[in-house]
């Protein structure tokens, strides 16, 4: 399994940060070759399953992740979101964590254990932090 943590500080408050990081199709428009659906759709809450389909046509596969920690961020107090990979594909889990920062800023952390049947850990570790730290970025942004 491979383990990574990207952290940024965004100039948003924490809830607004929270708000672009788990609007889930949003996750689809900034991960190439992925769409994203949300059932049942609505507020997230635990037990909320995010599916990321990637791939082209039928050359895919579905990534469902569970939402098994749903704690928005309050006045002063960080929000988490676990993840746990459900998939045949791809298994492990994430966290997103908003903490308050400097200024009124937020402080974002994405954290994450992949497991990919055949992808060679090395190779996979690149690449994920490449294309998480990228969309992380996008998210952030609002583009």
Do not use: Y
């Not at 469902?64 to 676990?82: D, K, N, Y």
């Not at 254990?113 to 060679?120: G, Q, S």
């Amino acid at each position: 399994m491979v383990t990574f943590l990207l952290e940024r500080t965004a100039p948003l408050s924490p809830d607004e940060a929270w708000r672009r990081l788990t609007e889930w199709p949003r996750h689809g428009e900034v991960v190439p070759l992925t769409r994203v659906t949300v059932v049942p759709p609505g507020p997230t809450a635990e037990g909320t399953l995010v599916v990321a389909r990637s791939g082209i046509g039928p050359l895919g596969f579905d990534d469902p992740m569970e939402v098994t920690v749903w704690r928005p961020p309050a006045e002063g107090v960080s929000g988490l979101c676990r993840l746990e990979k459900r998939g045949r594909v791809v298994r492990g889990w994430a966290e997103l964590e908003v903490h308050p920062g400097p200024g009124g800023r937020a402080r974002v952390i994405w954290r994450e254990k992949l497991r990919v049947p055949l992808l060679p850990q090395s190779l996979l570790r690149v690449v994920a932090r490449s294309v998480f730290g990228r969309a992380l970025n996008r998210l952030l942004r609002g583009t």
